[in-house]
C-alpha cells in the first residue's frame, strides 16, 4: 500500500473532468486515511503556473510534473509528459492511465473501490485519453462535455462530493441529444469555417456542437491543411479559453507559447483578462504566433491571482 503524506490541500486540473473526478478522489481518500476536510483547489495552467506553493504539503492531480512540485511531503499523481524525475516528491505517473484512474487505483488501495466508481473512472479515462476504438467513446465524450457546458464549480457544487452522482445524471440526456443533433450541423459549419492564423495553425470557428469531437473529425477526416487547429471559448467571466488539437504531437508545442499545456494532441491554454472577444484573441493569437521567440508570461494583476486563489478555495 502506497505511504501518502497528509496534505495541507489538494490541487488539480479546472478545465475537464479528469481534474474533476481527480480532485475528490483525492479529498475523498484523504478524508479516509486522515480524517476531516482537506481544501480543494482547482486551477487552470496559467494561473498554476503563477501560484506561490507555500504549503509544507499537498497532493496534486493533472498537472505535469515540475521542479517546483518536487517537494518533500508532496505528492503528484499525472499521466503527462515530462522530463524531470522526482528527487523529494513522490511521483506516481503512467503516460497511459488518465489522472482520475490514477487517483482510483489509489483510493482502492485503501478499500475505497465500488462499482459505480468502476464505471465512472472507465469513461473519465476513455474521454481524457480520446480512446477511439472503446465501445463508451461516444457516451465517454457526453460526460466530458458536461463539465464544458456547466463549468467544472457548478457541477463540484451540484454533486457535492459524491463524485458518483455524475454517473447516468439527468444532465447527460441533454448531452446526448446535443450530440446526434448539433454535431452533424456544426461539423459543416465548422469545415466552412477555418481560418489561418499562422501555416500550421487554423482557427475553427464554432457555432453549435461539441467543438472537441469536430474538431477531431476535421483533422480525422483531413477536412483541412493545418497540422494544428484552434477553438476559442469564452467563459463567464469573459475569459477567453483557446483548446489546441492534433494528430501529430504539435498541440501542446503550441499551447505552451500561450502558456498552456496539456497532452500533445489535446492541449489549452487561458488567454489574458486582456482579450476579452474571439476576435481579440483570434488577432492575439497571430500576433504570438508570428514571433520567432516564445513571449514572457503575461502578467496578471494580483487582484486578478487573490480573486483565482479564493475561487479555488470554494
Not at 528527487?87 to 485503501?110: F, Q, R, T, V, Y
Not at 467563459?235 to 498552456?260: P, Y
Amino acid at each position: 500500500m502506497t505511504t501518502l503524506p497528509r496534505p495541507e490541500v489538494i490541487f488539480t486540473h479546472e478545465s475537464d473532468l479528469d481534474g474533476l473526478v481527480a480532485g475528490a478522489l483525492l479529498q475523498r481518500l484523504a478524508r479516509h486515511v486522515f480524517g476531516g476536510e482537506v481544501r480543494v483547489e482547482a486551477y487552470h495552467y496559467n494561473f498554476w503556473r503563477q501560484r506561490e506553493l507555500k504549503e509544507r504539503s499537498a497532493w496534486v492531480a493533472d498537472f505535469a510534473f515540475e521542479a517546483r512540485v518536487d517537494k518533500p511531503d508532496w505528492v503528484v499523481i499525472d499521466h503527462h509528459v515530462t522530463d524531470v524525475a522526482p528527487k523529494n516528491a513522490l511521483l506516481i505517473h503512467d503516460l497511459n492511465k488518465s489522472a482520475g484512474l490514477l487517483c482510483h487505483e489509489l483510493c482502492k488501495e485503501h478499500g475505497l473501490g465500488s462499482a459505480a466508481l468502476d464505471r465512472l473512472v472507465h469513461l473519465n479515462n476513455v474521454a481524457d485519453l480520446f480512446l477511439e476504438d472503446d465501445p463508451d467513446f461516444l457516451l465517454a465524450g457526453d460526460y466530458a462535455n458536461l463539465v464544458k457546458i456547466y463549468q467544472f464549480r457548478n457541477l463540484q457544487a451540484l454533486i457535492g462530493n459524491e463524485i458518483e452522482r455524475l454517473l447516468d445524471h439527468p444532465l447527460l440526456e441533454v448531452m446526448a441529444v446535443k450530440r446526434r443533433v448539433e454535431n452533424p450541423l456544426g461539423f459543416e459549419w465548422s469545415r466552412r469555417n477555418v481560418t489561418e492564423i499562422s501555416p500550421t495553425v487554423g482557427f475553427v470557428d464554432t457555432v453549435i456542437g461539441n467543438s472537441n469531437l469536430i474538431v477531431h473529425q476535421l483533422l480525422e477526416r483531413g477536412a483541412t491543411r493545418f497540422p494544428v487547429l484552434v477553438t476559442l471559448f469564452r467563459r463567464g467571466n469573459n475569459q477567453v479559453i483557446a483548446s489546441f488539437r492534433s494528430r501529430d504531437g504539435t498541440a501542446l508545442k503550441v499551447a505552451e507559447r500561450f502558456q498552456g499545456g496539456g497532452h500533445a494532441n489535446a492541449a489549452g491554454a487561458l488567454l489574458p483578462k486582456s482579450i476579452r472577444t474571439v476576435p481579440d484573441a483570434v488577432d492575439y493569437l497571430r500576433q504570438i504566433l508570428s514571433l520567432k521567440t516564445h513571449p514572457p508570461a503575461p502578467l496578471n494583476s494580483l487582484e486578478s491571482l487573490f480573486a483565482a486563489a479564493e475561487a479555488g478555495r470554494k
